[in-house]
């Protein structure tokens, strides 16, 4: 983000295979594609962030998370269309872009408050569904020329949006230089992202992967916009994927600057997230961490119980890989999306089956790999807790439910 060469290395999680690329069971005994997961802290801005970048057409041409199939997200997705309406456009010509639009679940709780909207996503199979669900969306990775040829075609965005895409960008210079381009004079760039200081507090580390180049944080936000004439005006923080700060950016002098901007930069100088040694000691504490949950599953294992995981999202296969758990603890995963069902999870080879079947016939623990919908998930297999069946927290406070 600052262009400075002062980075230093603070956790290693070894050579990892790439967090969405499920395997079919004929590609198991191939050779795996694994690329180095090491985090760096820039001594500069404060940027946390990998070196090693995979390409991004490797990465999101062909996806296999779908914004719709997400227990929580409908609901967060439509109230964020409602602010984003309510506040910020004026009229009903009035144009909203997406950038990463997945498969055009928030644009369209948008166009349905009356707003015109377009979709922007590099992977080809979810930019069809969005289309077909009648969200127009641009399969392209957003770009500075890309925004130069939206105006053209469409008109200045006042509104653009950018859910957990943020962080997956190498660039970010021709990022905010295309936000500037497309946005509007009074225009605003609202973004989510998984909030850095999360993984201080909860240790959600499992966010850790390939396509999460940057955790994000306000410090090194703020000197990013100042570099291209735009300002982050407003922060808030929400409980989704854990903890997500949503910024808001705006060009300079356009909106006024909420004092929670200020307020979440002294937080994070409170906790030293300035020093080098911060970070080098949550990589020892997530360490620990590893030990308590390798000692529980193995006490179980040895009581000859049995254990699968719950859901398989990406952040799920970082966990199952730094902590070493393969299919001699877990007997399999469980999943509702279909792109996933019948393959096996990267690295650790795993299978994944369907959460009707896992209900039907259920295991004594479920690890819960998709920790951050917990509460909804609690709610959604009360029966199933009825019936004795155990949940394993495995991020932050290692517990059993």
Same mark, same amino acid.
């Given at each position: 983000?600052? !262009?400075?060469?002062?980075?230093?290395?603070?956790?290693?999680?070894g050579?990892?295979?790439?967090?969405?690329s499920f395997?079919?069971?004929?590609?198991?005994?191939?050779a795996?594609?694994?690329?180095?997961?090491?985090?760096?802290?820039?001594?500069n801005?404060?940027l946390s962030?990998?070196?090693h970048?995979?390409?991004?057409?490797?990465?999101?041409?062909?996806y296999?998370y779908?914004s719709?199939g997400?227990?929580?997200?409908p609901?967060h997705?439509?109230?964020?269309a409602?602010e984003?309406? =309510?506040?910020?456009v004026?009229?009903?010509?009035?144009l909203v872009?997406?950038?990463?639009?997945?498969d055009?679940?928030?644009?369209?709780a948008?166009?349905n408050?009356g707003?015109?909207?377009?979709?922007?996503?590099?992977?080809?199979?979810?930019?069809k569904?969005?289309?077909?669900?009648?969200v127009e969306t641009?399969?392209?990775f957003?770009?500075?020329k890309?925004a130069?040829?939206?105006?053209k075609?469409?008109?200045?965005?006042?509104?653009?949006?950018?859910?957990?895409?943020?962080?997956?960008?190498?660039?970010?210079?021709?990022?905010?230089?295309?936000a500037?381009?497309?946005?509007?004079?009074?225009?605003?760039?609202?973004?989510?992202?998984?909030?850095?200081v999360d993984m201080?507090e909860?240790?959600?580390?499992?966010?850790?992967y390939?396509?999460h180049?940057?955790?994000?944080?306000?410090?090194?936000?703020? =000197?990013l916009?100042?570099?291209?004439?735009?300002?982050?005006?407003?922060?808030?923080?929400?409980?989704?994927?854990g903890?997500?700060?949503?910024?808001?950016a705006?060009?300079?002098?356009?909106?006024?600057?909420?004092?929670?901007?200020?307020?979440?930069l002294? !937080?994070e100088?409170?906790?030293?997230?300035?020093?080098?040694?911060?970070?080098l000691k949550l990589?020892?504490?997530?360490n620990?961490?590893k030990?308590?949950?390798?000692?529980?599953?193995?006490?179980? !294992?040895?009581?000859?119980?049995i254990?699968?995981?719950?859901?398989?999202?990406?952040k799920?296969?970082?966990?199952?890989?730094?902590f070493?758990?393969g299919p001699?603890?877990?007997?399999?995963?469980?999943?509702a999306l279909?792109s996933?069902i019948?393959?096996y999870?990267?690295?650790?080879?795993?299978?994944?089956?369907?959460?009707?079947?896992?209900?039907?016939?259920?295991p004594?623990?479920?690890?819960?790999l998709?920790w951050?919908y917990?509460?909804a998930?609690?709610?959604?297999?009360?029966?199933?807790r009825?019936k004795?069946v !155990?949940?394993i927290?495995?991020?932050g406070?290692?517990?059993?439910l």
């Amino acid at each position: 983000m600052c !262009k400075s060469e002062r980075l230093s290395q603070f956790f290693d999680l070894g050579e990892t295979a790439l967090a969405n690329s499920f395997l079919p069971k004929e590609a198991l005994n191939k050779a795996e594609l694994k690329y180095p997961l090491k985090v760096f802290f820039c001594e500069n801005c404060g940027l946390s962030q990998l070196i090693h970048i995979v390409e991004p057409e490797v990465l999101f041409r062909d996806y296999v998370y779908f914004s719709s199939g997400m227990p929580a997200l409908p609901e967060h997705f439509r109230k964020y269309a409602e602010e984003a309406v =309510n506040n910020f456009v004026k009229s009903k010509n009035d144009l909203v872009v997406e950038i990463g639009s997945n498969d055009g679940l928030l644009l369209g709780a948008v166009k349905n408050l009356g707003a015109k909207v377009l979709g922007v996503d590099p992977a080809i199979n979810i930019a069809k569904v969005a289309n077909e669900r009648g969200v127009e969306t641009l399969p392209e990775f957003f770009s500075e020329k890309l925004a130069d040829k939206i105006v053209k075609k469409y008109g200045h965005a006042k509104v653009m949006i950018g859910n957990n895409v943020v962080a997956h960008i190498d660039n970010h210079h021709d990022l905010i230089k295309g936000a500037s381009a497309l946005l509007a004079d009074d225009g605003v760039f609202m973004f989510e992202a998984p909030y850095l200081v999360d993984m201080f507090e909860n240790y959600t580390f499992d966010t850790i992967y390939h396509e999460h180049l940057s955790y994000l944080s306000v410090r090194p936000l703020v =000197n990013l916009f100042k570099q291209f004439g735009m300002e982050l005006f407003d922060v808030k923080i929400f409980p989704v994927q854990g903890n997500s700060i949503r910024g808001y950016a705006g060009k300079s002098g356009r909106h006024e600057i909420s004092p929670r901007v200020l307020e979440l930069l002294e !937080k994070e100088k409170s906790m030293e997230l300035d020093k080098l040694e911060t970070y080098l000691k949550l990589a020892g504490d997530i360490n620990e961490m590893k030990k308590k949950v390798l000692a529980v599953l193995n006490e179980l !294992k040895a009581k000859g119980k049995i254990i699968a995981g719950y859901g398989a999202p990406a952040k799920g296969n970082t966990l199952l890989s730094y902590f070493g758990i393969g299919p001699d603890i877990l007997d399999y995963a469980t999943e509702a999306l279909p792109s996933k069902i019948g393959f096996y999870t990267p690295g650790t080879h795993i299978p994944v089956i369907n959460i009707e079947e896992a209900r039907k016939n259920p295991p004594d623990y479920f690890l819960l790999l998709a920790w951050n919908y917990k509460d909804a998930i609690l709610k959604k297999e009360e029966s199933l807790r009825q019936k004795g069946v !155990k949940f394993i927290i495995p991020v932050g406070k290692v517990e059993i439910l």
